[in-house]
């Protein structure tokens, strides 16, 4: 059973950065795509950043591009996103999620993050909050 759970959210002043954490199990990571999104208050999910775990390759949102890097620690089964120069707008929840790579674009499932429906699973979430 694919279960994702991340941490590292919180308390943010402008400018300032934070690591978020996914903790993954249940699946052969390497044969699979990992991508973050968020969720703001009021607003629609959107797609940040995506990863093909086995060969590497990186896609952003023009919205993070320069300031968001996604990595994975495959050994660690832990998916990661550090987060610098953080704005007020950065603040929502968020969570990652993962589908098999056979078939999975992440070309098209970060700005379009409902585009695999069920077929992808979800954490729950972490909040991060960017106020002075």
């Known amino acids: 059973q694919v279960q994702l759970v991340e941490s590292g959210g919180g308390l943010v002043r402008p400018g300032g950065s934070l690591r978020l954490s996914c903790a993954a199990s249940?699946?052969?990571?390497?044969?699979?795509?990992m991508a973050w999104f968020r969720q703001a208050p009021g607003k629609e999910r959107e797609g940040l950043s995506c990863?093909?775990?086995?060969?590497?390759?990186?896609t952003y949102a023009n919205s993070v591009k320069g300031r968001f890097t996604i990595s994975v620690d495959a050994a660690k089964s832990t998916l990661y996103l550090r987060m610098n120069s953080l704005k007020p707008e950065d603040t929502a929840n968020y969570y990652c999620?993962?589908?098999?790579?056979?078939?999975?674009?992440?070309?098209?499932?970060?700005?379009?993050?409902?585009?695999?429906?069920?077929?992808?699973?979800y954490g729950k979430g972490t909040l991060v909050t960017v106020s002075s």
């Open positions: 999620a993962t589908i098999p790579s056979y078939g999975a674009d992440c070309h098209s499932w970060v700005p379009h993050p409902g585009i695999y429906g069920d077929m992808a699973a």
């Open positions: 990863i093909n775990v086995e060969d590497g390759s990186t």
């Open positions: 249940g699946f052969p990571m390497n044969l699979y795509t």
